[in-house]
């Protein structure tokens, strides 16, 4: 790792000699901030999202449930702001009222060694995962040919006995 970070610095100092241009214009144009302009703001990404009956709203592959108050009862049905910012933070609102949630993570992950600690079942594990891969082409899927659907179960039964 020192010798990475030791090469790094050298090769930066390379690749901008190398690429590196002036300026047509010597003269910066980029203006300053204004004092009512929020960076943070500005580069947040924002979708609209219906909550559902039971307060809760699906965003990048997680399920954010309402807390059950009393204004927030009857925000269902009705749509939110949902607002990701760059730090990666989530913020949820309904017309400027920022909305207290909870996540509710659907792709949980739990490492594999705690779901197989045994040496024999982890590599049983791992032949089924290479066996269950996709394939590569359109309409080489088992969908497409029956008979080597059996074969390969038959495989798979034969080779784990």
């Not at 241009?21 to 010597?26: G, K, Q, S, V």
Request: net charge positive.
């Amino acid at each position: 790792m020192r010798e990475a970070n030791a090469w790094i610095d050298s090769f930066v100092e390379a690749q901008n000699k190398r690429h590196a241009r002036p300026p047509e214009l010597p003269d910066d144009a980029h203006r300053a901030l204004l004092p009512g302009e929020n960076v943070d703001a500005i580069f947040t990404w924002r979708e609209i999202r219906t909550l559902s009956s039971a307060l809760s709203l699906q965003y990048d592959n997680v399920l954010y449930l309402i807390e059950p108050t009393e204004q927030n009862r009857m925000l269902a049905g009705r749509q939110v702001t949902v607002s990701e910012f760059p730090d990666g933070h989530i913020k949820i609102a309904h017309e400027g009222r920022e909305i207290s949630y909870r996540e509710f993570d659907k792709q949980g992950k739990v490492p594999r060694i705690q779901v197989a600690g045994h040496k024999r079942l982890g590599v049983l594990l791992d032949l089924i995962a290479d066996k269950t891969r996709p394939f590569p082409r359109a309409g080489d899927g088992p969908r497409r040919n029956r008979r080597y659907v059996s074969r390969t179960r038959q495989n798979l039964v034969d080779e784990h006995k």
